[in-house]
């Protein structure tokens, strides 16, 4: 008897496999007859499973197959969601959602397949699935459990309070008292129109301090209550924005190397500049004999220098210098060293 050849064995295999599809086919439920056991093509993964109680937005990202020198990859042409109750053991798989491209999917482009008339409380399987045009050839996620959970109130009574080089948030619970509930945060700059999750991802608690600030720059907030179960995220309501400004309350460091040099017609003030790069200007105090310090210039003077002419021959005078930032508050330095000199007469 002659020996099986290799491509005999091949077509057998196929006609096994062709039988055992056929026959999960007739087993199954309401699904295209596409191939039950997906050819896994590419990494094909979800990023975020939402729902709102009788809805569920499953979002996921098309994958590229491979690296290929030779020819354009083929694209994907078709992208589809999957359901059956969790509960029923029997039951097949149907099509619940669909999304169809002839041009081809964008490889990298998020999308989001959604489904509704789900039953508040109910658990749910879910796939999704992806198909290219000419191989026919399919990629899937791994099945998703998604419990149908209804989404949480707002937090109540958002507050913000500006601090020295950060922001302090807190807020209190959703109305209702249910358990679980977690939290993100927003922020966008006063100046811009979109806001963005600041916190790494949901948190347990009603408080969040946000140091990724800019000094004397406004900011706006808001936070949105999330109820995770499973592997399904309710995302519900958000707080009103609350906007606050960062403060800036810290002064600079103080000048240095003040020297004061007299002769007959002034003084002539000269230190060190300050390197700090908020750093506004100088102010120049004088006092007479051993009267107090008082301001001399009218406003922050640029310049590491200054010369005062308002002063009387065989008059002692000292003088002190401070550095001013940039902020609205204007925060000032402590007083350099004191330098002391006599104008002598002409």
């Known amino acids: 008897m002659a020996r099986p050849t290799a491509e005999a064995g091949r077509i057998g295999f196929l006609v096994v496999l062709l039988a055992a599809v056929s026959l999960t086919a007739a087993c199954g439920k309401k699904a295209p007859p596409f191939l039950t056991v997906p050819v896994a093509a590419?990494?094909?993964?979800?990023?975020?499973?939402?729902?709102?109680?009788?809805?569920?937005?499953?979002?996921?990202?098309?994958?590229?197959?491979?690296?290929?020198?030779?020819?354009?990859?083929?694209?994907?042409?078709?992208?589809?969601?999957?359901?059956?109750?969790?509960?029923?053991?029997?039951?097949?798989?149907?099509?619940?959602?669909?999304?169809?491209?002839?041009?081809g999917l964008a490889f990298g482009e998020s999308l989001t397949l959604i489904d509704t008339g789900l039953v508040e409380g109910e658990v749910y399987l879910y796939r999704v699935e992806l198909r290219k045009q000419e191989s026919e050839e399919w990629a899937a996620t791994d099945?998703?459990?998604?419990?149908?959970?209804?989404?949480?109130?707002?937090?109540?009574?958002?507050?913000?309070?500006?601090?020295?080089?950060?922001?302090?948030l807190s807020w209190s619970p959703p109305g209702g008292g249910r358990a679980g509930v977690e939290y993100v945060v927003f922020k966008r700059g006063a100046e811009e129109s979109e806001s963005a999750p600041v916190t790494p991802g949901p948190q347990g608690n009603t408080a969040f301090t946000d140091t990724r600030v800019e000094r004397e720059r406004e900011y706006c907030y808001r936070v949105q209550a999330i109820l995770r179960s499973l592997e399904t995220e309710a995302v519900g309501g958000t707080t009103d924005e609350v906007c606050v400004r960062a403060e800036d309350r810290s002064a600079p460091p103080g000048p240095s190397g003040l020297r004061a040099v007299a002769d007959s017609r002034g003084v002539?003030?000269?230190?060190?500049?300050?390197?700090?790069?908020?750093?506004?200007?100088?102010?120049?105090?004088?006092?007479?004999?051993?009267?107090?310090?008082?301001?001399?210039?009218?406003?922050?003077?640029?310049?590491?220098?200054?010369?005062?002419?308002?002063?009387?021959s065989g008059m002692r005078y000292r003088y002190r210098v401070t550095a001013v930032d940039d902020s609205e508050r204007g925060n000032e330095s402590p007083f350099a060293e004191a330098s002391a000199v006599t104008p002598p007469a002409e």
Request: aromatic letters at 6%; a negative charge; proline letters at 6%.
């Open 42 to 103: 590419g990494s094909l993964s979800v990023s975020k499973v939402v729902t709102s109680g009788e809805e569920v937005r499953v979002t996921f990202r098309v994958p590229r197959e491979r690296l290929s020198f030779g020819k354009e990859e083929e694209p994907w042409v078709l992208a589809r969601m999957l359901r059956r109750p969790s509960r029923d053991g029997e039951a097949g798989f149907e099509e619940r959602a669909v999304i169809v491209e002839e041009e």
């Open 143 to 168: 099945t998703l459990t998604v419990e149908a959970i209804a989404a949480p109130e707002a937090p109540r009574e958002l507050r913000a309070e500006g601090t020295e080089g950060a922001v302090v």
């Open 268 to 312: 002539e003030l000269t230190w060190l500049p300050v390197a700090a790069r908020d750093v506004k200007g100088y102010n120049v105090y004088r006092a007479e004999g051993e009267g107090p310090f008082r301001i001399v210039n009218a406003s922050p003077l640029e310049a590491a220098r200054y010369r005062d002419e308002k002063v009387v």
